[in-house]
C-alpha cells in the first residue's frame, strides 16, 4: 500500500516537473504555459476558445503555444501562413487526432488510418452527378415539410417557436429524408440526435457529469437501434445514401457493430451544421430590415420563382442561378458564426515557415492549431468592425462578388474559412448550400415569419462549442410564423 502511495506520488512528481520544466528554446513560438502544472489553459479553453484564444495573440501575436491538458499546442493565426500547415501533410497529420475523436465521440475503431477511399466515397456521393438527385431530393422534401405538413411546421393560422427548434427540425427532417431514405422514425430519429448533438462537445472533452452520461449513452444506443438498416432486419431495400454507404463499409471490411456506429457519424457529419446556419442567417435577417429587404427585393427578381404558386409548387427551378446578395449574407452570416478548429499533430521537428519570413521550431509530438473563427473571420484588420452583420459585406457596389481582403498588404486566399480547409474539408458544401439557398427562400416566400419581440436581439451564443463547426445559440429567439393567404 505505501509502495503503492510512493510510486504514484513519485510519478506525479516527474509529471508536474516535466510539464513545468519545458522551456522556450531559440527559434520556437512564444511559450505561455498557464499556472496550472498539466492543465495549463485547459479551463480557459473548454470556457470560451476564442475569447481566450483572442487574449493570447494580444499578448504574443500570430503563433504561440500554449500548455492544454497535456498537450503542447502551437496556434497559428495568420492566414496567410495557414497553406504552410495545410499542405504539409506528412509533418502534420491529422488522422490520430480524427481517430481518438472519433473513438470517444461515436465509440468507433475503424481499421485502417488511411481514410482516402472513405474521402472518395464521400465526393462521389455528394458531389458530382450524384448532387443533382440529392439537390432536388432535398427541394422536394423541404416542400413537402413546409408547404404540407402543418404538423412538422406550419398551416395557416399562427404558430409560436423558437427559430434554432424551427430550422434545425425542418433542415434535419429533410435532409434524413433525403440521405436514408426512411420516414418511418424521422421523428423519433431528430428527438435522438437532438439530444445527443447537445451534449457531444462535452463528451468529446470528457467533461460530461453523471446524469449527462447517462442522457448520452441513451440516446446513442437508441440512434444505433433506428439507423442500423432496415434491410439487416427484414424491411425492403432501397438505394439509399446509407444503403450504399453500408456497402462500402462491408467492402472495406468493417463489422456489423462498426458499420451502425459509422451510421451515426455520418449522421452527425451531414446533419449538425445546416440547421444551425440557416438559424443564424433568419436571425440577422428579421433582426436587420435591410439585409431581409435586400434579400426579398432580390428573390422578387427570381423569375424562376415568381410563378410558384402554393397549389403546384415547381421543383427544381431554384437550380444554378445568381444570387449574389443571398450568397452574400450567407457568408457573412458563416464569418460570425461558423468556428471550426483544425487540428494537427506534428510528426517531426519541423521548421514552419511564416508569410512574414520568420521561421519558427515546432517539435515532434506537439500539436499545431488553426482557428480560423478568430482570424480572418473576426479579425478587425481584415474585416472592418468585425462583430457587425453586414449583410453586403462580401458584394461591390456593382452587385458582384466581393472577394478581395488583405492582411499585412497581402491578399488573402482563406478570408472566410466556414468549410475547413484541405483534406478533410467539407465535401458536402455545394450540397448545403444549394439546400440553405432552397430552404430560405421557401420561408421567406410561402410563410409570414416575424419576431414575437419587434425589438428582439439574437441570443448570445454558447462558448463552450467554439471548434465544433456551426455555433448554437445559448437559449433561442421567438418567433410567430403561418402559411401565407394567397
Ligand atoms: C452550413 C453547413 C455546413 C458547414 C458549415 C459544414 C462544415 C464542415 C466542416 C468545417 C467540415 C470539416 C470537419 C472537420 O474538420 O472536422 C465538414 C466536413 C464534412 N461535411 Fe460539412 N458542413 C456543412 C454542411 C454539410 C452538409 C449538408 C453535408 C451533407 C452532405 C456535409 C457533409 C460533410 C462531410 C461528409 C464531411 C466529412 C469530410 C471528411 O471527413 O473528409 N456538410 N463540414
Ligand atoms: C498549397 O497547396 C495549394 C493547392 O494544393 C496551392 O495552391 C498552394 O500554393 C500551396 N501553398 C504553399 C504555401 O505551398
Ligand atoms: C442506385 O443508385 C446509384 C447511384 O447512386 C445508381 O448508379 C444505381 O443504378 C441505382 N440502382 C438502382 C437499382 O436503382
Ligand atoms: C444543385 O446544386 C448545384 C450547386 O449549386 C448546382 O450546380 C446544380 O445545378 C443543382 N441542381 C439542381 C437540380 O438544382
Ligand atoms: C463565400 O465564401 C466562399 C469561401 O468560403 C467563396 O468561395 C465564395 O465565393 C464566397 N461568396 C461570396 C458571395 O462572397
Ligand atoms: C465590379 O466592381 C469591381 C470593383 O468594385 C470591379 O473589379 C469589377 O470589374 C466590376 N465588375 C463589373 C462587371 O463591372
Not at 503503492?4 to 510519478?11: A, K
Not at 513560438?29 to 470556457?47: C, S
Not at 499546442?73 to 492566414?79: I, S
Request: net charge positive; with cysteine; charged share 25%.
Amino acid at each position: 500500500m505505501l509502495w503503492t502511495i510512493f510510486l504514484l506520488l513519485n510519478g506525479l512528481l516527474i509529471l508536474v516537473l516535466h510539464y513545468s520544466t519545458r522551456k522556450r528554446q531559440k527559434n520556437e513560438p512564444p511559450l505561455d504555459k498557464g499556472l496550472i502544472p498539466w492543465l495549463g489553459h485547459a479551463l480557459e479553453f473548454r470556457n470560451d476558445a476564442a475569447k481566450f484564444l483572442a487574449r493570447m495573440k494580444e499578448k504574443h501575436g500570430d503563433i504561440f503555444t500554449v500548455c492544454v491538458a497535456g498537450h503542447y499546442v502551437t496556434v497559428v493565426l495568420d492566414p496567410n501562413s495557414f497553406d504552410k500547415v495545410l499542405n504539409e501533410t506528412t509533418s502534420f497529420d491529422f488522422s490520430r487526432i480524427r481517430a481518438q475523436m472519433v473513438n470517444r465521440v461515436f465509440s468507433l475503431q475503424l481499421p485502417s488510418s488511411n481514410s482516402a477511399p472513405e474521402r472518395k466515397w464521400m465526393e462521389n456521393h455528394f458531389q458530382g452527378l450524384n448532387l443533382q438527385k440529392l439537390n432536388s431530393s432535398m427541394n422536394i422534401h423541404l416542400h413537402n415539410l413546409i408547404l404540407n405538413n402543418p404538423e412538422s411546421c406550419c398551416s395557416s393560422e399562427w404558430k409560436v417557436d423558437g427559430l434554432f427548434g424551427l430550422c434545425y427540425s425542418l433542415l434535419f427532417r429533410a435532409g434524413y429524408l433525403t440521405l436514408f431514405e426512411r420516414d418511418e422514425n424521422v421523428a423519433a430519429v431528430y428527438k435522438e440526435f437532438r439530444k445527443f448533438d447537445d451534449l457531444l462537445y462535452k463528451l468529446a472533452r470528457k467533461s460530461l457529469n453523471r446524469g449527462e452520461t447517462e442522457i448520452v449513452k441513451l440516446s446513442q444506443e437508441r440512434l444505433w437501434k433506428l439507423l442500423s438498416p432496415p434491410y439487416l432486419t427484414g424491411g425492403s431495400p432501397s438505394n439509399s445514401s446509407q444503403q450504399s454507404y453500408h456497402h462500402f463499409l462491408q467492402e472495406q471490411g468493417i463489422d456489423t457493430d462498426m458499420q451502425t456506429k459509422a451510421q451515426l457519424l455520418q449522421l452527425w457529419t451531414t446533419q449538425c451544421n445546416a440547421g444551425p446556419a440557416a438559424f443564424w442567417l433568419l436571425g440577422f435577417l428579421l433582426t436587420h430590415p435591410e439585409a431581409m429587404e435586400a434579400v426579398k427585393s432580390e428573390i422578387r427578381g427570381l423569375s424562376a420563382l415568381q410563378d410558384t404558386s402554393l397549389q403546384r409548387p415547381r421543383l427544381n427551378q431554384l437550380g444554378p442561378c445568381s444570387t449574389p446578395v443571398f450568397d452574400s449574407v450567407l457568408n457573412e452570416t458563416l464569418r460570425l458564426t461558423a468556428a471550426v478548429m483544425i487540428n494537427r499533430e506534428v510528426m517531426q521537428d519541423k521548421l514552419l515557415p511564416m508569410a512574414d519570413g520568420k521561421e519558427y521550431h515546432l517539435r515532434k509530438g506537439d500539436r499545431v492549431c488553426l482557428f480560423p473563427f478568430l482570424s480572418p473571420q473576426m479579425d478587425p484588420e481584415i474585416h472592418q468592425d468585425p462583430q457587425m452583420f453586414k449583410y453586403d459585406r462580401f458584394l461591390n457596389k456593382n452587385k458582384t462578388l466581393k472577394d478581395e481582403f488583405c492582411k499585412d498588404r497581402k491578399r488573402l486566399k482563406y478570408y472566410i474559412m466556414p468549410w475547413g480547409a484541405g483534406r478533410n474539408s467539407c465535401v458536402g458544401k455545394e450540397f448545403a448550400v444549394t439546400a440553405i439557398r432552397h430552404f430560405v427562400f421557401l420561408l421567406l416566400t410561402h410563410l409570414d415569419l416575424e419576431l414575437c419581440n419587434p425589438g428582439a436581439e439574437l441570443p448570445p451564443v454558447n462558448s463552450r462549442r467554439y471548434g465544433f463547426g456551426m455555433l448554437h445559440p445559448e437559449g433561442d429567439l421567438l418567433v410567430r410564423y403561418r402559411l401565407k393567404r394567397t
